[in-house]
């Protein structure tokens, strides 16, 4: 019943910039952490940032200082704003949040369809 929905994803030329978003919907009764991961073909999934209920954020240090992970809660929205992009960040980047269904239930892992961000040179 949960779903999480990214947008925003396209090609874009090197030194770029994209906006991510991803909503989640459905029966939610509470959102803890939200995060951006991403996976390039041939290789495994890495973090690319998070950021938790608080607001605290934490991002990988291949992004550090161009990208930056927000939060709509009122939304239940989460954004990964990319500058300065390279061809290297070329991926599909999926969106993660820590869900609860209800008080009954405490927060597990949904992941969403994934949004590919292509980066030419």
């Known amino acids: 019943q949960v779903q999480l929905v990214e947008s925003g994803g396209g090609l874009v030329q090197a030194g770029g910039s994209l906006r991510l978003s991803c909503a989640a919907s459905?029966?939610?009764?509470?959102?803890?952490?939200m995060g951006w991961y991403r996976q390039a073909p041939g290789k495994q999934r890495e973090l690319v940032a998070t950021?938790?209920?608080?607001?605290?954020?934490n991002c990988a240090d291949s992004v550090k200082g161009r990208f930056t992970i927000s939060r709509d809660y009122a939304k239940n929205t989460v954004y990964l704003q990319m500058n300065t992009l390279k061809p290297e960040d070329t991926a599909v980047y999926y969106c993660?949040?820590?869900?609860?269904?209800?008080?009954?239930?405490?927060?597990?892992?949904?992941w969403g369809q994934g949004t590919q961000v292509t980066v030419s040179s």
């Open positions: 459905g029966s939610i009764f509470s959102i803890n952490a």
């Open positions: 993660n949040a820590d869900i609860a269904v209800s008080s009954r239930y405490y927060y597990r892992g949904y």
């Open positions: 950021i938790t209920s608080g607001g605290s954020t």
